[in-house]
């Protein structure tokens, strides 16, 4: 009986295993080699669904907290293969290979340290097993050791995509089981040990794109002024050229919105009563 239960056991820890190297395809390549980050640096991570989900929703901020000597990293969990756009592609598959590239081309331009994407099926989020979804971002935290990760509520931000809604929640899991040793024992090595998430934000705003179905978004608590970086935020997302129809209104809704990238926390190490910030690491200790 118990080699039946191990070897159960045993065997859904290969299948996972599989399903990180088998999800993860092109800039994720890098997240199979042993990486050290800088333990004394800070580190932000953002999770996403979508490519051009990292610049529309998270660009400014990305672009900030890198220009100021922090390390960067974007897991995005779609290559948005069933997007309504096509940029020419005559198939999903041609599709996700060109957005692969323009993922990698709007990194480049938002000065990503770790971009990584990954081949989960787009608009089918929530029919996902969760608990391969989660293993697979555990271990992207548990390698890059963010101290604040960003990611989407719920609600899935001003669009209301239900796959940036599940994205989150993988995201959120992922968080809380990444920090704990009875939580996917089989990932830990020398070089990749637990890690606790020491702040998780969720994405909001203060408006919401006429008739689309109803969103109560989040209220903010982290106001982020990313003036000085707004083109760049703006040049990333032209970068994903196939979905160029949506650039007259990403514009229209960010231009007399510039200033500013809103943030709802969600969990803090530190606890205690929630205060508005214009930091997203205010109070984090660098060296965890």
């Known amino acids: 009986m118990l080699d039946a239960v191990y070897g159960e056991a045993f065997s859904w820890r290969r299948i996972l295993r599989a399903d990180v190297k088998s999800a993860a395809h092109g800039l994720s390549r890098c997240s199979n080699r042993r990486i050290r980050y800088n333990l004394r640096m800070l580190r932000l991570m953002c999770v996403t669904a979508h490519p051009d989900d990292e610049a529309g929703g998270f660009g400014g901020t990305l672009l900030k907290y890198r220009a100021a000597g922090a390390e960067t990293s974007v897991v995005c969990l779609t290559p948005g293969q069933a997007a309504t756009h096509r940029g020419g ?11 692969k590239k323009e993922f990698a081309a709007a990194c480049e331009i938002l000065r990503v340290s770790r971009p990584v994407i990954f081949d989960y099926p787009d608009g089918q989020l929530y029919l996902q097993n969760l608990n391969r979804v989660v293993y697979a971002l555990t271990l992207e935290i548990r ?47 020398s070089d990749i040990q637990p890690h606790r998430t020491q702040k998780l934000y969720y994405g909001t705003a203060d408006f919401v794109i ?10 903010h608590s982290a106001s982020i002024d990313v003036k000085a970086h707004f083109e760049e935020k703006v040049a990333a997302f032209k970068a994903h050229t196939s979905q160029a129809p949506l650039f007259p209104l990403f514009e229209q809704n960010v231009r007399n919105r510039s200033e500013k990238e809103l943030f709802h926390l969600v969990a803090s190490v ?4 929630v205060r508005q910030e214009t930091d997203l690491f205010e109070g984090v200790d660098e060296s965890a």
């Open 143 to 189: 390698r890059f050791r963010p101290q604040v990760l960003m990611t989407f509520g719920a609600d899935g931000g001003v669009t209301g995509h239900p796959d940036h809604g599940v994205a989150g929640m993988f995201a959120s899991l992922a968080s809380q089981w990444a920090g704990r040793n009875n939580r996917y024992a089989d990932q830990l090595a």
């Open 89 to 99: 592609a005559k198939s999903d598959r041609e599709l996700a290979e060109i957005r």
């Open 270 to 273: 530190k606890g205690g009563p």
């Open 210 to 219: 006429p008739g689309r179905q109803p969103i109560t978004l989040a209220p």
